[in-house]
Nanobody
Framework: QVQLVESGGGLVQAGGSLRLSCAAS????????MGWYRQAPGKQRELVAT???????NYGDSVKGRFTISRDNAKNTVYLQMNSLKPEDTAVYYC??????????WGKGTLVTVSS
């Protein structure tokens, strides 16, 4: 079992920045991908950003150019730098880890609220 602990959420004004962290309780060295998804009230969970073991990244259209995903294998942690935040970025942000075996884990989420 792998525990994913997200942190860094909070309340920020529009135009501001936040950095989310997702720390895994085990090595992410053999991961297939790790990433962030978000779910706003009344909406489906959507892709924010993912990063593969090879360093390839993928972003949701609504965050391209504003958000950056990165990882630190030594700390078993993935980060999401969020800049130029908008009220529509308000959501619970979830971390997801997928191993090469296909086994996947979700974190419990961290709330990001962007005020106008």
């Amino acid at each position: 079992q792998v525990q994913l602990v997200e942190s860094g959420g909070g309340l920020v004004q529009a135009g501001g920045s936040l950095r989310l962290s997702c720390a895994a309780s085990r090595s992410i060295f053999s991961m297939n991908s790790m990433g962030w998804y978000r779910q706003a009230p009344g909406k489906q969970r959507e892709l924010v950003a993912t990063i593969t073991t090879g360093g390839g990244t993928n972003y949701g259209d609504s965050v391209k150019g504003r958000f950056t995903i990165s990882r630190d294998n030594a700390k078993n942690t993935v980060y999401l730098q969020m800049n130029s935040l908008k009220p529509e970025d308000t959501a619970v942000y979830y971390c997801k880890l997928v191993y090469n075996s296909g086994i996947l884990y979700w974190g419990k989420g961290t709330l990001v609220t962007v005020s106008s």
